[in-house]
T-cell receptor, first 118, second 114 residues
Framework: GAVVSQHPSRVICKSGTSVKIECRSL??????MFWYRQFPKQSLMLMAT?????????EQGVEKDKFLINHASLTLSTLTVTSAHPEDSSFYIC??????????????FGNGTRLTVT | DAKTTQPNSMESNEEEPVHLPCNHS???????IHWYRQLPSQGPEYVIH???SNVNNRMASLAIAEDRKSSTLILHRATLRDAAVYYC???????????????FGKGTHLIIQP
């Protein structure tokens, strides 16, 4: 089956530093990847849509200068949390849709990155 | 995406069937019904999806009401590994442009008793 690899699975960083999270589709190509954030005991919230070769589309209320997204290839998207603060501590999850699939093809999710900002 | 309503939690016994309901009374004619589940500390996992007819796969069955205003995810024989949050999500049949990521509600927390 289609696999999405997310790295790192856990990261602890100090307040004010930046953290990069990678999302790779291992056995398929993805023109579109999605980034979600999930706070404890809450549901997933879509942050942004990452499009290969173009700028990401951010959901309302998500700061594009704070959450930098780069989708440089058909198999890799990165999310950089810049100048992280404790309130950015969350579970970040990416997902991808196979470029060969239809619009309604299932999305494949990574196993998430738990970010803790101290 | 149209709204779905699911019970907050359900409990079942191991090796028994589980029926997870979802109401979606405002579904449009082109909306697909998708189900995903999320095990603790993991990303969501696709379970099944359908449009009008009932669907079966190796994980589950999806029963869709004739008027499509509700659906039921059926786990035929629950195991402890099926304990997860199950999300019922409507997805438009064709992209209208803009973001087309899934919109997750609160889902149903399924508890499996040994």
């Amino acid at each position: 089956g289609a696999v999405v690899s997310q790295h790192p699975s856990r990261v602890i960083c100090k307040s004010g530093t930046s953290v990069k999270i990678e999302c790779r589709s291992l056995d398929f190509q993805a023109t579109t990847m999605f980034w979600y954030r999930q706070f404890p005991k809450q549901s997933l919230m879509l942050m942004a849509t990452s499009n290969e070769g173009s700028k990401a589309t951010y959901e309302q209320g998500v700061e594009k200068d704070k959450f930098l997204i780069n989708h440089a290839s058909l198999t890799l998207s990165t999310l950089t949390v810049t100048s992280a603060h404790p309130e950015d501590s969350s579970f970040y999850i990416c997902s991808a849709r196979d470029v060969t699939g239809s619009y309604n093809s299932p999305l494949h999710f990574g196993n998430g990155t738990r970010l803790t900002v101290t | 995406d149209a709204k779905t309503t699911q019970p907050n939690s359900m409990e079942s016994n191991e090796e028994e069937p589980v029926h997870l309901p979802c109401n979606h009374s405002t579904i449009s004619g082109t909306d697909y019904i998708h189900w995903y589940r999320q095990l603790p500390s993991q990303g969501p996992e696709y379970v099944i999806h359908g449009l009008t007819s009932n669907v079966n796969n190796r994980m589950a069955s999806l029963a869709i009401a004739e008027d499509r205003k509700s659906s039921t995810l059926i786990l035929h024989r629950a195991t402890l590994r099926d304990a997860a949050v199950y999300y019922c999500i409507l997805r438009a049949g064709a992209s209208g442009g803009g973001a087309d990521g899934l919109t997750f509600g609160k889902g149903t927390h399924l508890i499996i008793q040994p």
